[in-house]
């Protein structure tokens, strides 16, 4: 499908419009590759007992490096998203045992906002979401009844660190910068020569949180190498702005929409880079919130 | 500290009085067997590469079971809690890609609804929680300063399930039951004669949901066995309402307050159970929400 | 206008459609008689000191008789929306004057739940609000940019009441009811012949909750009266389901984006039906939410 | 009572310490004057037609000077309260009418925040509201049992601006000020030797926010003029920090918990001042939130 987007631009039009991206017909993207009415996308790579096995065979330190950031104060939120927190004590309770008890109220986009999953409901192109189910279809006022993110599977798989930031040395580039295919080869190379396999959660470390970002070939390449996810340590995963002016995160449609992938974002990556922790097994499970678009996580690399 | 407990009570009471359980006294409860100031309790067995390792081995098959229930609709929940989600629209977003966006505000509380997992600002002792931290000095109006959930671990170590209700034959028994020592150890002996070893993640299987769960001496008894934590197909894990009628969840207190034990709740084990899976890795991580009492979660099984 | 519309029926339609509503062009609607740009509506009633003094010369027995209903266990809610009220306990705070200090947390639609005033932001004709503001243009992630419910003034007018139920008797009638211009005017005479003024609050006491409403034909009389504001006993003030199977409240939008009359959904009449009180000096303010929708209010009649 | 707690200090204590207040004893507060049982207080001032009718008869020009601050962008808020609102778009609603419809999730402590009305269950004296009720026996999960906010009446009375700030020249004193009963009088001096009725509603214009508020003794005079309430224009009315640094807003224990007398806090109070508006009908409808401490309000001033 890809392919001949590429030849319809090639014949009309001008060499350095070949660069720029369209969301493809819905012929190239529907069905998906995983059937008419499939929900779960790249998550269906975890019903192959291979993924799990490769992810646990490089458990061999006992060592569990965690990639979530906290959430409270100080934490980055994107847009208008909020996260309120409302202790309540919910005690004295009667009894000998004089037993006090705690809870909080809690308020946020909890799909938005963290480290965050991203499911298929969260994005379309107009109405046609992944798999062309419609918005106006599945939306209610209860959440979605197709694609939500109940649907995700727990993760358990190889994950590869690509390290663009260590790769490149981000002290000597400009502070904005949409990352290439090239780019993240390098960085592969670099790392002994690693591939991507099918089935990996692919994690890709910026360094300069928002203000990197994978660009759109880099985001068609990687949907290509079929992984189980793409994470990053900024929010977009992509360059945003993009570079086309007239493009509003296209990544996100690009992995979500198009090619059913999904994606990760807010990842805390300082101690997996520290340790220049390249493959490892990836684990994360996220919530099952029924009809969402996405889920606060905790992802974490053990090897 | 509980042998004094029960000297003090065979002096003054009849035979019968002998299980009535009383919170230890303060230099029983305090510092914790992991030091003073220690935040982690039980957590800290995750600093052991061999409970990860442990885990690992047990992956032969490439099988992951889930062990979370939905939020949603239908969903249980306990005391004046509630799960609100409240889609929304955050496109049209310009640009030629027309790209929609939706996410959704959520409101409950998070560590307290669904399958959940406790953390020690949870629960007190009049005023102190687990390793005396005071409940007047850690809690504020933003959450708790010290024993927030954020400093659990991300787990991944041998899972055990103990199927109580599959060792008892849960037709044969009234609707309420108090769950002993000598249930859990008949359980395990019908599972090939395993053992709990510390560090190990127990999860049991009561089969009749709120109805049933552990006892005081249960309790104390699984708290000895030292694992990593202890979860249920319940909401309360132990017997609720309890026997001894002055008081009220004594579990929780034996559990997290004066062993540092955490504990998660609500499991969804009928896959589990009905595979006889009775020994797995067990991962999960607890959302990092900082100050807060616990944290909703996804935890699974693999195999 | 609506004799454009009414001729245009005329000339293509069988008699009995000429009861058939649509929604007025453009022009019909737009700019409004208070003007282009105008926010306010029939609020603007309000800048006449004689609407004022009309209401205040209907007190002189020094009686005041609430018209909302509690928001608590019970409530009546529409659609999906929710009420929830956590309380926090905020003490002990330091001192010798031992202050003890309680707040809530509360979520919910608080310009769409319990007694509530409808402003402008509300509802649309499509893109198309009261005065033709374009959603696509005001409405932000935030609120509303234009049209929001802080721009509806304090209200203090001379409030009439219109007993329909009474008038008719609801025990001789069926369980669904489109209350007719001709209604209001037998229910108007029955008190006395009453009339209504521009500028009024006219409360209309359909006696049977929800299964009764105004018709668009009454909804367009009651809007040529050029009150302040329409208010019912129901939810939506008008009949629902429409009896026209094609339209979906469409009073709202002869109210809201039409006429730019405000609403008032939910009251409790029942006190003041009993003392027959018809007409009194209406106070209300609805809360100055930025951006909103509407307002929980608590509007009371004196007299 | 008061002139029982000024004795005791009389015959024990310096004269520097006659200033010093502490809470008065629970035989000298319960029961209120108003009765044992009572959950009004002040509030009762409603049920003497007098007072409204006092009200009414200073509408003599048809005005209304609204007197709350708008909820949104740039709003004052205390401790660690929220106003959050997130829009949601509820359709295309399917008819022919094309119906657009909006509305918002709000989340916020909505008894305290804006400009508020405090009820008797938002203070205490360690476990003592006013009249005696016990924050242990009515203090619910899901809010007050008694003394909840839904029981305040729909207020209107005659109100009475002092503008203690016009009164002393707010350009000549220091930032911070404990507002004396001489300051009060000599304003009401100012004011063409206005005098406080019993049943008013009392609004004190300090000019500079939270820096300015009554002292101890301003608060008992007041509360022995017998008000319907107090407000102001900062939160706590009350002077804050106290200068005597072992008080912590003893004016809120003062007015609520010892005289059942109703606050209104963050009123918006230029036009009032501007215009020289000492004198006027006050209306106010508190939300009949059930059970909770307070209510967000939007108070108008008519004349």
């Given at each position: 499908?890809?392919?001949?987007?590429?030849?319809?631009?090639?014949?009309?039009?001008?060499?350095?419009?070949?660069?720029?991206?369209?969301?493809?017909?819905?012929?190239?993207?529907?069905?998906?590759?995983?059937?008419?009415?499939?929900e779960?996308?790249?998550?269906?790579?975890?019903?192959?007992?291979?993924?799990?096995?490769?992810?646990?065979?490089?458990?061999?330190?006992?060592?569990?490096?965690?990639?979530?950031?906290?959430?409270?104060?100080?934490?980055?939120?994107?847009?208008?998203?909020?996260?309120?927190?409302?202790?309540?004590?919910?005690?004295?309770?009667?009894?000998?045992?004089?037993?006090?008890?705690?809870?909080?109220?809690?308020?946020?986009?909890?799909g938005?906002?963290?480290?965050?999953?991203?499911g298929f409901a969260h994005q379309s192109?107009?109405?046609?979401h992944y798999?062309?189910f419609k918005t106006s279809e599945i939306a209610t006022r209860n959440g979605f009844t197709k694609l939500g993110v109940q649907n995700?599977?727990?993760?358990?798989?190889?994950?590869?660190?690509?390290?663009?930031?260590?790769?490149?040395?981000?002290?000597?580039?400009?502070?904005?910068?949409?990352?290439?295919?090239?780019?993240?080869?390098?960085?592969?190379?670099?790392?002994?020569?690693?591939?991507?396999?099918?089935?990996?959660?692919?994690?890709?470390?910026?360094?300069?949180?928002?203000?990197?970002?994978?660009?759109?070939?880099?985001?068609?390449?990687?949907?290509?190498?079929?992984?189980?996810?793409?994470?990053?340590?900024?929010?977009?995963?992509?360059?945003?702005?993009?570079?086309?002016?007239?493009?509003?995160?296209?990544?996100?449609?690009?992995?979500?929409?198009?090619?059913?992938?999904?994606?990760?974002?807010?990842?805390?990556?300082?101690?997996?880079?520290?340790?220049?922790?390249?493959?490892?097994?990836?684990?994360?499970?996220?919530?099952?919130l029924y009809g969402a678009t996405g889920?606060?996580?905790?992802?974490?690399?053990?090897?």
């Amino acid at each position: 499908m890809r392919c001949e987007a590429v030849a319809f631009v090639f014949l009309f039009a001008p060499v350095a419009a070949l660069a720029q991206w369209n969301v493809p017909p819905e012929s190239a993207r529907c069905p998906s590759k995983w059937g008419a009415g499939d929900e779960r996308g790249s998550g269906n790579h975890m019903k192959n007992p291979q993924n799990v096995l490769r992810g646990a065979r490089l458990i061999k330190a006992g060592e569990v490096i965690e990639l979530s950031h906290v959430l409270g104060p100080g934490m980055a939120i994107q847009s208008t998203r909020v996260y309120n927190m409302h202790p309540k004590r919910t005690s004295p309770v009667p009894g000998r045992n004089n037993r006090g008890s705690n809870e909080e109220i809690m308020t946020g986009e909890f799909g938005q906002i963290g480290t965050q999953f991203d499911g298929f409901a969260h994005q379309s192109y107009g109405d046609f979401h992944y798999n062309c189910f419609k918005t106006s279809e599945i939306a209610t006022r209860n959440g979605f009844t197709k694609l939500g993110v109940q649907n995700a599977p727990a993760f358990f798989t190889r994950g590869v660190l690509i390290d663009v930031s260590g790769s490149k040395g981000v002290e000597m580039l400009g502070d904005s910068y949409e990352i290439t295919v090239a780019d993240l080869e390098q960085a592969l190379a670099r790392q002994g020569g690693m591939k991507i396999q099918p089935g990996d959660a692919v994690i890709i470390h910026t360094g300069w949180g928002k203000l990197w970002g994978v660009g759109t070939a880099a985001a068609e390449w990687l949907a290509k190498q079929d992984p189980m996810l793409v994470g990053s340590d900024n929010a977009p995963v992509e360059v945003s702005p993009n570079p086309d002016k007239d493009l509003n995160l296209p990544g996100h449609q690009i992995f979500l929409v198009v090619n059913g992938l999904h994606i990760l974002e807010n990842l805390k990556l300082d101690e997996l880079v520290a340790k220049k922790a390249y493959e490892f097994a990836f684990t994360m499970q996220p919530l099952k919130l029924y009809g969402a678009t996405g889920s606060t996580v905790a992802p974490a690399a053990i090897r």
